[in-house]
């Protein structure tokens, strides 16, 4: 009932280490995740207090990194297995959606693979074409795996946890330009549902549908909306699979009028996604078309103005309403 | 373990080697290992100074014979792929260290535009098929180097350079294999740095004898100490000549990665002693001792040499400085064919969907 300050990255970390307290089957395995402590600090120190059988080092071995964790999931372990960066995934493609995605189904419903796979990705490091992409439409359109990407510390906390305790593999994506956001945060409090978005503002005007690092652009950009008359909904889908599209469905029947932002290329992406499904499902409640604002069809270069500028920030999503309802409010 | 995997050898010289002296490329060789070794070292003055694109700056110093030695062999339109540290790889195949430096810094004038940076440095003119920030990535693409070279008949060879840690990839196996399989001239050159991040390599295979896997494929392979460049270049020049007469190849360069990972990496799990004893096994001051002893350069002309190649790198960086980040639409540009239409930009696509009426 305490409000401590953590960091995301403390969140990640103590997620882990309450789960490996609670159940003495949870190991993690990756590189650097051991003495190393892991590339971004998530498993900082974990080695020291749960050993090396359950803080595992492995070889710079993706693919075999994942299917290790497949099998020791259906065999009564329950793994984290950890991905430096999610640019890697297609590397571990097989693994994941041929084999932990597809075990359950093929194999008529015998056995599931209680994994987690965590990873990171993103902009904001100039880590170059190659370490920082925004993959998570891979994970989306792969049937059987489920999805969470926290925006938050709390739901750092709290998302990794559920996951732990999930039935079937999560692929759990963080973002590399959140770990040292810090909040102040009462993790006893009861957290919201495993699959439940977070609205994490309301207003009249129109719904902001987001995730990850983009929920704080937009929260970002709903102020300066503010200032200039316009109320903006913003919604954190926290858990890209399951979807809570009825949590969507409500603020968009109400407002009619949506926005999806993504860090991800525009192009059949989760917005690309989100958008067709509020098309589709919330048709005679829209006043405008869903308007996307993406990352651009591109890759990420090392330029630190060419990176920055492949992605959505605060400016473009404010803009980008003021122009939806341009007319509608006093200029 | 590293203390076993290499001789001793601080602190000595190889006075009375056989051969000493006549014909003797060491001069050339010391002077490449020189340029990489300063050109390095202004990297990281590059990124202290806040002039480089990001951290993820990997440095070579303390594997400067394994470039030297290894393209001391290679000719004009041979081809070559190098991991995420293959700065020096580059330079010892003659790129111009400015253009290095400024795509190093992501500005317009680097060999990339600013696209690539540190990590993807590439330059197709000197047979550079690319740098690679994916462990292993560049592996493959060396076989098919070899079957285009064999195709059209080049006699070129190509060779991939990735670190220890790439021996975890199990591409590399696919790619060896394939290169015996189909004879190619391919060689695999394993800089065995005895790290991949805070891994030693004990604790990452259980045989770190890299050579004997490559030797189960059927490839001529080797291990070498990379203190010694005459010994790396004599190596390479066996197994390259090999590799164009259609034996493929795979050397090991051993040698100690002196400094962190990458520009943030202190090395906190390495041990000091250790670390003393690695930075001891100096190619370059190695070479250097090995010049003036055998009387080829007197220690004053090494001095000489020495300030020469240091305000050759200087002026690299206040090139950098003095150069413009790339235009913001040339991010649209090369993600297909020139002749082909470049994406069309999100704003523009916004711009359409809130026109209408
Ligand atoms: C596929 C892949 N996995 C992991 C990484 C992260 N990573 C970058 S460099 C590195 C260590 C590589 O070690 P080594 O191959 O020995 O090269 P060195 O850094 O020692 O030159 C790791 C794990 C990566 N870039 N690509
Ligand atoms: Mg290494």
Redesign the pocket.
């Known amino acids: 009932m305490a409000l401590q300050e953590l960091t995301y990255r403390d969140a990640l970390r103590k997620a882990l280490a309450d789960a490996m307290t609670e159940n003495p089957d949870v190991v993690i395995l990756g590189?650097?995740v051991g003495r190393y402590g892991g590339a971004y600090g998530v498993t900082k120190d974990l080695i020291k207090e749960f050993g090396a059988e359950r803080v595992i080092d492995t070889p710079?071995s993706?693919p075999a990194i994942v299917g290790a964790a497949v099998g020791a999931a259906m065999t009564g372990l329950r793994p984290v297995a950890e991905l430096?960066y999610v640019d890697?995934i297609g590397?571990t493609m097989d693994q994941l959606a041929n084999q932990a995605a597809k075990i359950r189904y093929m194999f008529g419903g015998q056995i599931g693979v209680p994994m987690v796979l965590r990873t990171q990705g993103g902009t904001g490091r100039s880590a170059g074409a190659q370490h920082s992409q925004s993959l998570e439409a891979y994970v989306m359109h792969t049937p059987g795996l489920r999805l969470a990407m926290p925006a938050t510390v709390a739901d750092a906390y709290h998302l990794l946890r559920m996951a732990l305790t999930k039935p079937d593999p999560v692929v759990f994506i963080e973002h590399k330009a959140l770990y040292t956001m810090k909040e102040s945060v009462d993790l006893d409090a009861e957290p919201l549902d495993w699959g439940k978005a977070a609205v994490r503002r309301e207003g009249r005007d129109l719904v902001i549908v987001t995730y990850s690092r983009q929920l704080h652009y937009c929260l970002e950009a709903a102020r300066t909306l503010s200032a200039r008359g316009i109320e903006a909904t913003v919604i954190d889908i926290r858990t890209l699979n399951p979807l809570d599209f009825d949590t969507i469905r409500a603020h968009v029947e109400r407002t009619g009028r949506a926005m999806v932002v993504s860090e991800g290329v525009m192009t059949a992406g989760v917005a690309a996604e989100l958008s067709a499904r509020i098309t589709e499902e919330c048709f005679d409640f829209l006043e405008d078309p869903v308007v996307r604002v993406a990352g651009e069809d591109i890759p990420i270069s090392v330029s630190t103005a060419l990176e920055a500028g492949s992605v959505p920030g605060p400016q473009l999503i404010a803009d980008t309403a003021l122009r939806m309802l341009a007319g509608r409010v006093p200029a | 373990m590293y203390e076993a995997d290499l001789r001793a050898t601080a602190g000595q010289t190889m006075a009375g080697r056989v051969g000493a002296g006549a014909n003797t490329r060491l001069p050339e060789l010391y002077r490449t290992m020189r340029r990489i070794r300063t050109f390095e070292e202004r990297v990281g003055e590059l990124f202290v100074r806040g002039q480089s694109a990001g951290s993820m700056l990997?440095l070579s110093i303390g594997e400067e014979s394994a470039a030297a030695g290894v393209c001391a062999h290679l000719r004009d339109g041979d081809s070559f792929t190098t991991?995420?540290?293959g700065h020096g790889i580059f330079l010892a195949r003659g790129a111009d260290p400015a253009r290095m430096m400024a795509e190093i810094g992501g500005k317009e004038a680097g060999y990339c535009h600013g696209k690539g940076g540190s990590m993807h440095i590439a330059d197709m003119g000197l047979g550079h098929l690319g740098a690679n920030?994916?462990?292993?990535g560049g592996i493959p693409a060396v076989v098919g180097a070899g079957l285009s070279a064999r195709h059209h008949k080049t006699g070129a060879v190509s060779v991939a350079f990735?670190?220890?840690?790439?021996t975890g990839q199990g591409i590399l196996y696919e790619s060896m294999n394939m290169a015996a399989l189909w004879g190619l001239p391919c060689v695999f050159v394993c800089?065995n740095?005895q790290?991949?991040?805070g891994t030693n390599i004990a604790q990452a295979t259980a045989n770190p004898n890299l050579h004997e896997r490559a030797a189960a494929f059927g490839l001529a392979a080797e291990t070498v100490d990379g203190l010694d460049v005459e010994a790396v270049a004599e190596a390479a020049e066996r197994l390259v000549e090999g590799a164009r007469a259609g034996k493929p190849a795979f050397l090991a360069v051993s040698c100690y990665?002196f400094y962190g990972?990458a520009r943030k990496d202190k090395s906190p799990y390495r041990d000091p002693v250790e670390e003393e004893a690695g930075r001891r096994q100096d190619p370059v001051a190695f070479a250097r001792a090995a010049l003036i002893d055998r009387g080829l350069e007197s220690e004053s002309e090494l001095d000489r040499l020495d300030t020469e190649i240091g305000s050759e790198m200087d002026a690299t960086i206040d090139f950098t400085v003095a150069q413009t980040e790339p235009p913001l639409a040339s991010m649209f540009r090369d993600v297909y064919a020139p002749e082909e239409p470049e994406p069309e930009p999100v704003r523009a696509r916004i711009d359409r969907v809130l026109a209408r009426d």
């Open positions: 590189e650097e710079i993706e430096m890697f590397m | 990997h991991h995420h540290r920030a994916i462990v292993g990735f670190g220890d840690g790439a800089i740095n790290y991949g991040m990665r990972h």
